[in-house]
């Protein structure tokens, strides 16, 4: 079936070091893969996207990789700050004919100071 | 932000009652949809518009049902609300279609005692 698989369902760091949340999905059509943060009681902001002809895309300290062979994308937060923490959703287009956004379950990130 | 206003933002009701949630967009985005959100399961497709009286079902379409008669407004209405369809209810626009970046609005909180 059509799913994405998203792994670990929490991280905890401390505030300078690195992050990292994998994706893996099913559907080997999937061309558009895009990352949302969602803080407490508002609605998933899109950081980061990439598309299936490139195998990794920068902004500042985010980073997002995508291995198209295995299936699965990865989000990279560098230098990790108390206001990284939130949860995390990745998101996979997926069907024939009109393409739908599949969301893995989350990560819940905490940074600590 | 996108302008997207959703509405109420929280509402508590009863089994068995009508309810309708709208979201209104000042993008102008051709593409509409009503996702649905609960512990464990990420964000799950309900409904999507691809433009005025257009529209289709997305994976969990079962107890709603949505019309589009303007582009800036998109409304999901639960017929005889069940306590299963307790959940976050995020609407979201995109400029064309379903792998295309898309954007969320704040969500409405709704509880079915």
């Known amino acids: 079936g059509e799913n994405v698989e998203q792994h670990p369902s929490t991280l905890s760091v401390q505030e300078g070091d690195s992050a990292v949340i994998k994706c893996t999905y099913s559907?080997?059509?999937?061309?558009?893969f895009p990352w949302y943060k969602q803080e407490l009681g508002k609605g998933p902001q899109l950081i980061i996207d990439i598309r299936s002809n490139v195998g990794e895309k920068k902004d500042q300290r985010i980073a997002v990789t995508l291995n198209k062979t295995a299936k699965h994308f990865s989000l990279h937060i560098t230098e990790t700050q108390p206001e990284d923490s939130a949860v995390y959703f990745c998101?996979?287009?997926?069907?024939?004919?009109?393409?739908?956004?599949?969301f893995g379950t989350g990560t819940r990130l905490l940074v600590s100071p | 932000d996108a302008g997207i206003t959703q509405s109420p933002r929280h509402k508590v009701t009863e089994t068995g009652t009508p309810v309708t949630l709208r979201c209104h967009q000042t993008e102008n985005h051709r593409y509409m949809y009503w996702y649905r959100q609960d512990p464990g399961h990420g964000l799950r497709l309900i409904h999507y518009s691809y433009g005025v009286k257009d529209t289709d079902k997305g994976e969990v379409s079962d107890g709603y049902s949505v019309s589009r008669s303007k582009t800036e407004d998109f409304l999901l209405t639960l017929e005889s609300a069940t306590s299963s369809q307790t959940s976050v209810y995020f609407c979201?626009?995109?400029?064309?279609?379903?792998?295309?970046?898309?954007?969320f609005g704040d969500g409405t909180r709704l509880s079915i005692l």
């Open positions: 979201a626009i995109s400029e064309s279609g379903g792998n295309q970046p898309q954007h």
């Open positions: 998101a996979a287009s997926m069907g024939t004919g009109f393409q739908k956004l599949v």
């Open positions: 559907d080997s059509a999937s061309n558009y």
